[in-house]
C-alpha cells in the first residue's frame, strides 16, 4: 500500500512537471513568435527609413514622401502594440509622427540634379524604377492613403524619363566632342522626341526643352562646351556607392 502511494506520488509529480515545463515552453515559444513579429514590422520600418533618407536630395514628390512615411509609421505602430516597453521603437515612432506633420521637402520644388557620371546616371534611373515599383505595393494596404498611390508614381515616371532625355543629351555632347555629328544628331533628336511625348510639361521638363533647343541651335562647338545645369552633381552618387541592400546600407534601429 505504501509503495502504491510513494508510485502515485511520483506520478503526480512527474504530470506536474512535464505541465509545468509545457506551460515554459508554450510562453517562451509565444514570446518567441513575438519578437519575430516585431522584428519583421522594424525591418519593413527601417527599409522604407532607408529608401526615404537616400531619395533625400532627389525631387521624387510629395505624395511619395507621404506614402513612405505613413508605411513607417503603420509598421512601427504594430511593432508598438506587440513591445510597447521597447524605447527605441516608442522613440522612433514619436520621431515618424513629427516628421508626417512637417513632411514638405525644398527639394521637391527643385529640378532633378543629374550626375555627370553615366554609370551613375543609370544607377539613378534604375533606383527610381525600384522606387516606383514599391510604391505600388501601397495599392494593397488598406490602411494607408491608396488614393495618392497612382500620382506619386507619375511622379517617379515623369522623373526617369527626364532623367533618361538627360542621358541622351550628355550623349550627343560626348559626340560633339569626338565629332560625330550623326551620333549627336540623333541623339538630340530622341531626346526631343521624349519630350514631345509630353502634352503637359511640368516645369522641370520645360526648362530641360529649352536647353535643349539652345545646345541644337548651338555651334558644334559651343555645345560641346557649353555647362547647362542638368549636369550638377549631387550626392546621390556617394549613396549609390554604398548600396547593399534595396538602395543603400541599412540603418539599424
Known amino acids: 500500500m505504501e509503495s502504491f502511494s510513494t508510485l502515485l506520488i511520483i506520478a503526480v509529480v512527474l504530470v506536474v512537471c512535464v ?5 515554459v515552453q508554450q510562453r517562451e515559444q509565444a514570446k518567441a513568435k513575438i519578437r519575430q513579429q516585431v522584428a519583421k514590422y522594424r525591418y519593413r520600418a527601417n527599409e522604407a527609413v532607408n529608401i526615404l533618407d537616400n531619395f533625400s536630395q532627389v525631387p521624387i ?4 514622401r507621404h506614402l513612405l512615411l505613413q508605411y513607417i509609421q503603420l509598421n512601427l505602430s504594430a511593432a508598438k502594440r506587440l513591445a510597447p516597453s521597447d524605447v527605441l521603437i516608442s522613440k522612433n515612432l514619436d520621431s515618424i509622427n513629427v516628421r508626417l506633420k512637417n513632411q514638405a521637402s525644398s527639394i521637391d520644388k527643385q529640378r532633378l ?3 555627370r557620371d553615366p554609370q551613375q546616371l543609370n544607377i539613378l534611373i534604375q533606383h527610381l524604377s525600384k522606387l516606383g ?3 505600388m505595393m501601397f495599392k494593397t494596404i488598406k490602411a494607408m492613403n491608396t488614393k ?6 507619375t511622379k517617379i515616371t515623369l522623373l526617369i524619363s527626364e532623367a533618361q532625355i538627360c542621358a541622351y543629351i550628355q550623349q550627343a555632347k560626348t559626340a560633339l566632342q569626338e565629332h560625330n555629328y550623326v551620333n549627336a544628331q540623333r541623339s538630340f533628336q530622341i531626346a526631343q522626341q521624349m519630350l514631345d ?3 503637359n510639361k511640368n516645369s522641370r521638363l520645360t526648362a530641360l526643352e529649352i536647353e535643349l533647343k539652345e545646345l541644337v541651335n548651338a555651334t558644334p562647338q559651343q555645345a560641346a562646351e557649353s555647362n547647362p545645369s542638368i549636369e550638377q552633381e549631387n550626392e546621390y552618387a556617394a549613396a549609390a556607392n554604398e548600396d547593399d541592400g534595396l538602395f543603400t546600407k541599412k540603418k539599424k534601429w
Open 19 to 23: 505541465l509545468g515545463v509545457t506551460i
Open 197 to 199: 511625348r509630353f502634352s
Open 61 to 64: 514628390g510629395l505624395e511619395a
Open 113 to 115: 540634379v543629374i550626375p
Open 148 to 153: 495618392i498611390v497612382v500620382p506619386a508614381v
Open 133 to 135: 515599383k514599391y510604391l
